[in-house]
T-cell receptor, first 111, second 116 residues
């Protein structure tokens, strides 16, 4: 079953604009991770945020986590055409050894 | 160093045939995962290996699916008597020691399986 649900399902923006994607989940988690997937093949890890963290930055990426609302957001600032991809959140619960992925957001950045 | 590799990259088979998909994890990674991704969908967990522990097979959709990991390294996912609904991209990932899924996972490029 899907733990995370991302919204929007699809997002189209112009280069230079910011892109925000949201993820909601159902159970308590140890950490939440964001991945990017190009062309429906292998995924690339972007960032991991632990349950005791509220915000994390990596380059143009900013991730927030609100455990009271069971939600996370991924912000990509000053987007580029190369950011065009699908973005997935994935959660890890305390009593499991696996990532549970959301349904993903398809981001299209137009030059 | 080398990343996770998977073979074949594409596999076309006829309904009812058996297929084997291979995954070579990153050297030294103790955890190995298999996922399935249908067209336009998220990833579906299939099976997880951690060191010498018994694998977590809770995601395997039917008894036609099985996987093994030999010598704590290479893994093979076998699908017997393939059905058209098995068509998907099968992704393998590995992660370093540290216990559980508390670390990032490194994904291979996937095998695209098409069952005619």
């Amino acid at each position: 079953s899907q733990q995370g649900e991302e919204d929007p399902q699809a997002l189209s923006i112009q280069e230079g604009e910011n892109a925000t994607m949201n993820c909601s989940y159902k159970t308590s988690i140890n950490n939440l991770q964001w991945y990017r997937q190009n062309s429906g093949r292998g995924l690339v890890h972007l960032i991991l945020i632990r349950s005791n963290e509220r915000e994390k930055h990596s380059g143009r990426l900013r991730v927030t986590l609100d455990t009271s609302k069971k939600s996370s957001s991924l912000l990509i600032t000053a987007s580029r055409a190369a950011d065009t991809a699908s973005y997935f959140c994935a959660t890890v619960s305390y009593n499991t050894d696996k990532l549970i992925f959301g349904t993903g957001t398809r981001l299209q950045v137009f030059p | 160093g080398a990343g996770v590799s998977q073979s074949p990259s594409n596999k076309v088979t006829e309904k009812g045939k058996d297929v084997e998909l291979r995954c070579d994890p990153i050297s030294g990674h103790t955890a190995l995962y298999w996922y399935r991704q249908s067209l336009g969908q998220g990833l579906e967990f299939l099976i997880y290996f951690q060191g010498n522990s018994a694998p977590d097979k809770s995601g395997l959709p039917s008894d036609r699916f099985s996987a093994e990991r030999t010598g704590g390294s290479v893994s093979t996912l076998t699908i017997q008597r393939t059905q058209q609904e098995d068509s998907a991209v099968y992704l393998c990932a590995s992660s370093p020691p540290g216990g559980r899924a508390y670390n990032e996972q490194f994904f291979g490029p996937g095998t695209r399986l098409t069952v005619l």
